[in-house]
């Protein structure tokens, strides 16, 4: 069981929006941690995608933003496109037991 | 630009241990903190371990714990993880992922990843 709460999957068509959420507790996003996202191509590298909550890293689309709020953070896509079809995986810092970084369970995205 | 090579994964029987290198190019190791993660076969990734700029503070996960050491050579541009007492649930892919600061920021480069494989 992940530290942070993600849902399984996600769907939608192609130009559509859709938006993952990130579920943590008082120890981690609650604590005040920022929360990072990370889009993996299934058999690749992960790669960063949300810096800090929303900053987007050089090379990201704007299509992709994110927010966070108390214990929850979402990653938004708008304009989804077929080559969005990832793993999304949300990732902050944890210190219930010590200093440690803690991922959610990750997200499968399918365009349809 | 960044680049990140591991190493030294393999299939090992349980008991035994392993020592993963990592070797970073292209910016200065010595000013970063990096951090081993790994993903199970069909499964999400799990940080591992964490180590600062100087190796001065380590940290691991639970799971962990007292079996596996993060240490690395600024010398030689090199992180290591040594594996002891592998267990089958130490089955993955380890990733050798550069953090963005010297000390826990957030992690901004990965490596291709090495496959561990721990035999029962």
């Known amino acids: 069981q992940s530290v942070l709460t993600q849902p399984p999957s996600v769907s939608g068509a192609p130009g559509q929006r859709v938006t993952i959420s990130c579920t943590g507790t008082?120890?981690?996003?609650?604590?005040?941690?920022?929360v990072h996202w990370f889009q993996q191509i299934p058999g690749t590298a992960p790669r960063l995608l949300i810096v800090s909550n929303s900053r987007r890293p050089s090379g990201v689309p704007d299509r992709f933003s994110g927010f966070k709020s108390g214990t929850s953070a979402a990653l938004v896509i708008t304009g989804l496109q077929a080559e969005d079809e990832a793993d999304y995986y949300c990732q902050s810092f944890d210190t219930f037991r010590g200093s440690m970084s803690v991922f959610g369970g990750g997200t499968k995205l399918t365009v349809l | 630009q960044v680049k990140l090579v591991e190493s030294g994964g393999g299939v090992v029987q349980s008991g035994k241990s392993l020592r993963l290198s990592c070797e970073g190019s292209?910016?200065?190791?010595?000013?970063?903190?990096f951090h081993w993660a790994r993903q199970a076969p069909g499964g999400g990734l799990e940080w591992v371990a964490q180590i600062r700029d100087d190796g001065s503070d380590m940290d691991y996960s639970d799971a962990v714990k007292g079996r596996f050491t993060i240490s690395r050579d600024n010398t030689k541009n090199t992180l290591f993880l040594d594996m002891d007492s592998l267990r089958p649930e130490d089955t993955a892919v380890y990733f050798c992922?550069?953090?963005?600061?010297?000390?826990?920021?957030?992690?901004?480069?990965w490596g291709q990843g090495t496959l561990v494989i721990v035999s029962s």
């Open positions: 008082s120890s981690n996003l609650g604590a005040g941690y920022d």
């Open positions: 292209g910016f200065d190791f010595y000013s970063f903190a």
């Open positions: 992922v550069k953090d963005s600061s010297n000390t826990w920021s957030y992690f901004d480069y």
